[in-house]
């Protein structure tokens, strides 16, 4: 179902090209001369989101405000609205994919279903946080950690590596979440770095020790704090969140050092669709996302990291350059297919 975020508004104006001061990640916009406003149709936008309607429905009911267009936002988890988009082929309706992890992005890069971005869209965030093509961009941050119970495992109890938690001494003590998104994303970055036999034998590992199995990675949390588990594999924002709402709490993130798997930083980002009719409202959008507003919104509603330069994280998250991350290319998780495959081979999903 659609999800009218604005009723639609009488533009006033011809659509705006965009683009990006790299020095800030502000929108600067520019009127066409070539189009009489005068005869200019009201703009609208179809967005496809996999990231949830609590979490991003007010920063895209703010872009409709600040810009006069008409967005429609079609929200379910980001394989789901991904795979809708291969299903629609050409006759989708999606103009933007806005999608919680590269994977994704990347799969549908595969099948041709994005458009280039221009360089001022790209040129805002690292390298390393968007596509090499350029058909998608990062708009934020977000790191796999391992929370934990300060006082069932504090942090010098840790191993230095993820894959470490095989040990029969975490029997009965570790959560995790296999239907998830973002944990199968990290599945498939672990299929890029161990090989499919490899990363079999970590998963055959961890159920071998009997983890505690939760819907998603929220619950996971609250499992650690209250100390139901010691350790939960999760993104890292979601304890912030739950801090915000409850205060001290005894759980703390831990980033496994030496650019361990443990430590991926993935990102959510958003890609135009292919043969979008209405390509320079997709652009605008996506351009939005890197604005300093949406930037500062991400930093400060919830707890991921900006990507846009100029944009500082919240004060209490590690800095990103600080995170030793592993050196894998975001762009080669787009096999989800095969990581879907092996997480049914295993009997977790």
Same mark, same amino acid.
């Not at 659609?2 to 009127?31: E, F, H, S, W």
């Given at each position: !179902?659609?999800?009218?975020?604005?009723?639609?508004?009488?533009?006033?104006?011809?659509?705006?090209?965009?683009?990006?001061?790299?020095?800030?990640?502000?929108?600067?916009?520019?009127?066409?001369?070539?189009?009489?406003?005068?005869?200019?149709?009201?703009?609208?936008?179809?967005?496809?989101?996999?990231?949830?309607?609590?979490?991003?429905?007010?920063?895209?009911?703010?872009?409709?405000?600040?810009?006069?267009?008409?967005?429609?936002?079609?929200?379910?988890?980001?394989?789901?609205?991904?795979?809708?988009?291969? /299903?629609?082929?050409?006759?989708?309706?999606?103009?933007?994919?806005?999608?919680?992890?590269?994977?994704?992005?990347?799969?549908?890069?595969?099948?041709?279903?994005? $458009?280039?971005?221009?360089?001022?869209?790209?040129?805002?965030?690292?390298?390393?946080?968007?596509?090499?093509?350029?058909?998608?961009?990062?708009?934020?941050?977000?790191?796999?950690?391992?929370?934990?119970?300060?006082?069932?495992?504090?942090?010098?109890?840790?191993? =230095?590596?993820?894959?470490?938690?095989?040990?029969?001494?975490?029997?009965?003590?570790?959560?995790?979440?296999?239907?998830?998104?973002?944990?199968?994303?990290?599945?498939?970055? !672990?299929?890029?770095?161990?090989?499919?036999?490899?990363?079999? $034998?970590?998963?055959?590992?961890?159920?071998?020790?009997?983890?505690?199995?939760?819907?998603?990675?929220?619950?996971?949390?609250?499992?650690?704090?209250?100390? /139901?588990? $010691?350790?939960?594999?999760?993104?890292?924002?979601?304890?912030?969140?739950?801090?915000?709402?409850? +205060?001290?709490?005894?759980?703390?993130?831990?980033?496994?050092?030496?650019?361990?798997? +443990?430590?991926?930083?993935?990102?959510?980002?958003?890609?135009?669709?292919?043969?979008?009719?209405?390509?320079?409202?997709?652009?605008?959008?996506?351009?939005?996302?890197?604005?300093?507003?949406?930037? /500062?919104?991400?930093?400060?509603?919830?707890? /991921?990291? =900006?990507? $846009?330069?100029?944009?500082?994280?919240?004060?209490?998250? =590690?800095?990103?350059?600080?995170?030793?991350?592993?050196?894998?290319?975001?762009?080669?998780?787009?096999?989800?297919?095969?990581?879907?495959?092996?997480?049914?081979?295993?009997?977790?999903?």
């Amino acid at each position: !179902m659609y999800v009218n975020r604005r009723t639609l508004l009488k533009a006033t104006a011809a659509l705006l090209p965009v683009a990006i001061g790299a020095a800030c990640g502000r929108v600067v916009v520019a009127p066409d001369e070539t189009t009489d406003s005068s005869e200019a149709e009201p703009s609208s936008l179809t967005v496809y989101s996999g990231r949830g309607e609590s979490l991003v429905g007010p920063l895209l009911e703010q872009f409709g405000n600040d810009t006069g267009i008409d967005i429609q936002v079609k929200y379910g988890g980001t394989a789901e609205i991904a795979a809708t988009i291969l /299903e629609e082929g050409n006759n989708s309706p999606a103009d933007v994919f806005y999608g919680q992890d590269a994977g994704a992005l990347g799969a549908l890069q595969l099948e041709n279903r994005l $458009a280039a971005l221009p360089d001022a869209i790209l040129n805002a965030v690292e390298p390393r946080f968007r596509s090499p093509q350029g058909m998608w961009v990062g708009a934020s941050g977000r790191a796999r950690v391992v929370v934990h119970n300060t006082e069932s495992a504090p942090a010098d109890t840790l191993p =230095p590596s993820i894959l470490d938690f095989v040990d029969p001494s975490w029997k009965g003590r570790i959560g995790w979440a296999p239907t998830n998104g973002s944990f199968q994303a990290f599945v498939t970055a !672990m299929r890029v770095m161990l090989g499919n036999d490899g990363t079999r $034998a970590w998963l055959e590992g961890i159920k071998a020790n009997e983890p505690k199995v939760y819907p998603k990675n929220t619950p996971t949390v609250q499992a650690a704090v209250d100390g /139901e588990i $010691a350790v939960g594999f999760v993104n890292h924002y979601y304890l912030f969140r739950i801090r915000a709402e409850q +205060g001290n709490v005894p759980a703390e993130n831990y980033f496994p050092p030496n650019g361990d798997l +443990g430590s991926l930083i993935n990102v959510a980002g958003a890609g135009v669709i292919a043969g979008s009719e209405n390509q320079a409202a997709a652009e605008q959008f996506v351009a939005y996302l890197l604005s300093q507003r949406a930037q /500062e919104y991400f930093a400060t509603e919830t707890y /991921e990291y =900006p990507l $846009a330069t100029g944009v500082a994280a919240h004060p209490d998250l =590690p800095a990103l350059s600080d995170i030793q991350t592993p050196d894998i290319d975001l762009s080669d998780l787009a096999d989800l297919r095969g990581t879907l495959e092996l997480l049914q081979e295993v009997e977790l999903i």
